[in-house]
């Protein structure tokens, strides 16, 4: 059988011999060029496209200042405005402004079937934004300039929905809960929530991952929590690009339902986003978990978990660019982002699953967009519907597709 083999191959290269090397090199160069066009209908096919959404997703419903619920309202959305004034220019690549703010910070709470989960967190993210940047801000500003009683503070929330009477950019904020086609009570929950915490004289204190002790809840403007109902379920990536479409805030950060991140290290990400900001104002902060790999939490995790860990990033560091690859932890679901960095990712947005993060953080890399990394506090939560071995099967199939997708531009930034 050797022998016949042996035979074949040399009666091939005889053959091959008598081939001039020019049609030998056209022979190879049209192979090389069919397996290219081959590879890259192939990814043309699986490479995933998001749908545009319906119009009732452009709306969104809050209360009003007797504590009911609202008709569907219009959602503003600064990429529509933005994208009508791309069409409108012959150079497609030119430097378009974004709308300007109405606030200081925008959150995007993506939520699935979270009603167990979300209260803790949206009440130690309200507790958080009030101090920092609601009329509890004010109110301890002016008592520290000139002393003056609560009676004489300025209630900055008098206009609702979460503006500032006097125009400063250093207040203000705004919840956008993304209820992704959820089918238990996550909305009715929230409503109940923002409706205690806006009318109640003593709003009841949720417990969360990280304020275990009661305590009094603080009261919250009119309107400033915003719930936008996904007919169809999109997946994280999806509810999180669809709310950061619709953000009215100077700075923009996403958080996940269950409130494992530590809400209250957000002014942490602020100040590292501010100092990394370029001349545009552009810059994305990350909360990072990678303090923690040595810690308790994740030495308790189970030898299969921790496997895949360590798997994903050695698949990250191989197939994303240099930047991206250098970031230590990507999948940490609390990011920060100037509005001006805005435009060049969120209108670019493929990814709707787990992996959506490393394609912010590609298409960060891409435009120039600095990316400072910051320690946050973080803590496993009960109830995750990651499913570890499918989904990392999963991570890992369309970190691959979005790498290739890129660098055979199926995706375009055009």
């Known amino acids: 059988m050797s022998e016949y ?7 091939c290269v005889q053959v091959l011999s008598t081939v001039p090397p020019s049609v030998l090199l056209l022979s190879l160069a049209a ?33 009003a200042e007797d504590g009911t619920p609202t008709q569907p309202q219009r959602l503003p959305c600064w990429q529509d405005s933005w994208e009508h004034q791309r069409q409108n220019i012959s150079d497609k690549h030119a430097v378009l402004d974004i709308e300007k703010p109405e606030l200081f910070m925008s959150v995007v709470v993506p939520a699935y079937n979270e009603e167990e989960r979300l209260v803790g967190m949206l009440e130690e993210t309200v507790e958080y934004l009030e101090h920092a940047y609601g009329t509890l801000a004010g109110q301890a500003n002016e008592q520290a300039k000139v002393g003056k009683s609560k009676n004489d503070s300025v209630r900055q929330r008098k206009i609702g929905n979460g503006q500032v009477s006097d125009n400063d ?14 089918t238990d009570r996550t909305e009715e929950v929230a409503f109940e929530f923002a409706r205690d915490h806006q009318l109640s004289l003593h709003p009841r204190a949720h417990t969360g991952p990280w304020s275990p002790d009661e305590h009094e809840g603080v009261h919250i403007p009119p309107g400033s929590i915003r719930i936008v109902t996904l007919t169809q379920n999109r997946g994280k990536g999806g509810a999180v690009t669809h709310g950061m479409r619709h953000v009215r805030g100077k700075y923009v950060v996403f958080a996940d339902a269950d409130g494992a991140s ?10 590292a986003c501010q100092e990394a900001e370029d ?40 197939l994303t660019p240099p930047a991206t690859a250098k970031v ?4 940490c679901g609390f990011k920060l982002f100037s509005r001006a960095s805005l435009p ?3 209108p670019y947005m493929h990814s709707e699953g787990w992996i959506f993060d490393v394609e912010m953080l590609m298409l960060a890399e891409f435009a120039g967009i600095p990316v400072a990394e910051v320690a946050v506090g973080w803590r ?12 990392s099967i999963g991570m890992a199939w369309g970190l691959f597709v979005l790498r290739a997708a890129w660098g055979m531009r199926v995706y375009r930034r055009t």
């Open 279 to 318: 001349s545009e104002g552009r810059a994305v902060a990350v909360g990072s978990r990678a303090h923690m790999v040595g810690s308790e939490a994740v030495v308790k995790r189970s030898k299969l978990r921790n496997f895949l860990m360590h798997s994903f990033h050695l698949i990250l560091w191989l």
């Open 344 to 346: 060049y990712i969120v």
């Open 169 to 182: 950019l250093s207040k203000g904020w705004e919840i956008l809960l993304v209820s992704d086609g959820s």
């Open 262 to 271: 530590k809400f209250s290290d957000l002014g942490k990400l602020v100040s």
């Open 31 to 63: 192979g090389a060029v069919g397996v290219v066009a081959l590879a890259y209908i192939l990814l043309f096919a699986v490479a995933f496209r998001p749908r545009p959404p319906f119009p009732e997703e452009k709306t969104y419903r809050t209360l």
């Open 328 to 331: 230590k932890d990507t999948q």
């Open 380 to 391: 496993e939560v009960k109830g995750s519907k990651l499913n570890v071995i499918w989904d």
């Open 5 to 11: 083999i042996t035979q074949v191959c040399m009666e």
